[in-house]
């Protein structure tokens, strides 16, 4: 059986994948504490102490070393890191400095626009959604519900990355159940970057969890961490669902990443409704309010792992068994209805607690 492991093609890329995110989480955690490269905690963060956000270097590093040995070589996968190592950096930079929200945007929006024209990677329609039998085509609008798309994903990460793990495990999540949609499908596509890529998540989530028994030490994702994950899942969701083999319908990568994106769009509308901007910081996320209601970080991230793994296994039954659109788009919509309802008590509950008796 280890002969067999062995001489499976993508062993020793996967080994090294692990080997290098592992090696940075161990060996730049002091360096990261001598440049202040640490997250600090406040109102917003639980922790204690200054944790190092060095999980997005170790995932690209890690990522990087694989695809370097792998069978398939660097030259088809030159356009994503192209685009994916400014990005990078500039999430470095502002975990290291706090940039403002107008350059982290444009670094995002530059990042898209490189996607689209250099790795030819872009939104061209949308499927059969409505169920009339005709798929929605983008035209003029492609560039531009691309960009939209893209990065709501990136920042929808982004956000729910305030709970240990939780940003981590969802990517892994949709990692896995992209690979389960090819596998099933038989489908003509290389696995081979997503499966490097959720090595490398999981090596960074067993060091984020503890689960090395202390070996190495706790570290974050960063903002660089999270920005990556977003782009790379934006990038390899819309090449499958966009082929001509339309390996995976698009209304069916929702299923994929459905809590970031429900949680930021319910977020974004209570924000509204209350005359607060939706950009702004708070603690009216779901992770949050599950950890106002008393539960531990470790239960939260339970409860939501349960519900994004629920709700992939969705995407992908309705994928491999080919059901309409139409009956998926309309489902994602009479849930995220549900489910902004459900967040809209638990958060007026919460309110109400914290409200001085008269």
């Not at 489908?187 to 070996?215: E, P, W």
Request: charged share 15%.
């Amino acid at each position: 059986m280890i002969r067999e492991l062995i001489k499976f093609e993508h062993f020793w890329p996967i080994s090294i994948t692990c080997f290098g995110t592992l090696f940075i989480l161990f060996f730049c955690y002091n360096f990261a504490q001598s440049i202040n490269l640490v997250d600090h905690p406040d109102w917003r963060k639980d922790h204690e102490g200054r944790v190092p956000l060095i999980g997005g270097i170790a995932i690209v590093f890690g990522f990087s070393l694989g695809c370097l040995i792998s069978p398939r070589g660097m030259t088809e996968w030159r356009p994503l890191f192209v685009c994916m190592i400014p990005l990078l950096v500039i999430g470095i930079m502002d975990d290291h400095g706090d940039l403002s929200v107008i350059k982290r945007i444009s670094a995002q929006l530059l990042g898209c626009i490189a996607m689209v024209y250099y790795g030819d990677i872009y939104l061209n329609n949308l499927g059969d959604i409505f169920g009339t039998g005709n798929i929605l085509k983008l035209n003029i609008f492609e560039l531009i519900f691309t960009i939209f798309c893209v990065i709501g994903v990136v920042n929808s990460l982004n956000l729910i990355d305030g709970s240990d793990g939780l940003c981590a495990v969802v990517s892994l999540v949709a990692c896995i159940g992209i690979i389960s949609v090819v596998k099933l499908k038989g489908a003509d596509a290389s696995i081979a970057l997503i499966l490097y890529f959720a090595f490398a998540l999981l090596s960074f989530v067993i060091v984020n969890l503890g689960l090395t028994g202390g070996f190495i030490k706790k570290v974050f994702l960063g903002d660089a961490g999270s920005t990556i994950i977003g782009f790379f899942l934006c990038w390899y969701f819309i090449r499958l669902s966009q082929s001509e083999s339309n390996i995976i319908k698009p209304i069916n990568t929702i299923w994929l990443l459905a809590l970031p994106i429900m949680d930021t769009l319910s977020v974004m509308i209570r924000r509204i409704r209350n005359n607060r901007s939706p950009f702004n910081a708070g603690r009216d996320h779901i992770h949050h309010l599950l950890l106002e209601m008393g539960y531990s970080s470790k239960l939260v991230l339970l409860i939501l792992s349960i519900f994004s793994i629920t709700m992939a296994v969705f995407g992908v039954i309705s994928e491999v068994n080919n059901f309409q659109e139409c009956y998926s788009f309309y489902s994602i919509l009479l849930l995220f209805v549900v489910y902004h309802l459900l967040s809209e008590k638990l958060y007026r509950l919460i309110t109400n607690r914290k409200k001085p008796s008269s």
